[in-house]
Nanobody, 124 residues
Framework: QVQLVESGGGLVQAGGSLRLSCAASGRTFDRYCVGWFRQAPGKEREFVSSITRSGGRTDYADSVEGRFTISRDNAKNTVYLEMNSLKPEDTAVYYC?????????????????WGPGTRVTVSS
């Protein structure tokens, strides 16, 4: 099992940047794909980005491609989401999630472990 905790959310003006962190417990973190999802008020949870166990493959939603960068440091059991050129439509609660194995997914139901989320608010 793995436990996840997000941090780094906050209030930022449009065009600004934030870096989210997802810290994981456990000694086998490098066996997990990690994804970032977000959920805005009244909307379904949506895929943002994912990174494979070794960091060799990353994927992004079209809406964040070129603005967000996912990375991981397995020695620190942490995955990061660098968010630049933020827009008001990026406002949401951001969650990291993990699934054991070599594959990553874009659908929330494929992820077994979730953090409690961190809120990001982008003002116009």
């Amino acid at each position: 099992q793995v436990q996840l905790v997000e941090s780094g959310g906050g209030l930022v003006q449009a065009g600004g940047s934030l870096r989210l962190s997802c810290a994981a417990s456990g000694r086998t973190f490098d066996r997990y794909c990690v994804g970032w999802f977000r959920q805005a008020p009244g909307k379904e949870r949506e895929f943002v980005s994912s990174i494979t166990r070794s960091g060799g493959r990353t994927d992004y939603a079209d809406s964040v491609e070129g603005r967000f960068t996912i990375s991981r440091d397995n020695a620190k059991n942490t995955v990061y989401l660098e968010m630049n050129s933020l827009k008001p439509e990026d406002t949401a609660v951001y969650y990291c999630a993990a699934v054991l194995g070599i594959s990553c997914y874009t659908t929330p139901r494929n992820y077994a472990y979730w953090g409690p989320g961190t809120r990001v608010t982008v003002s116009s």
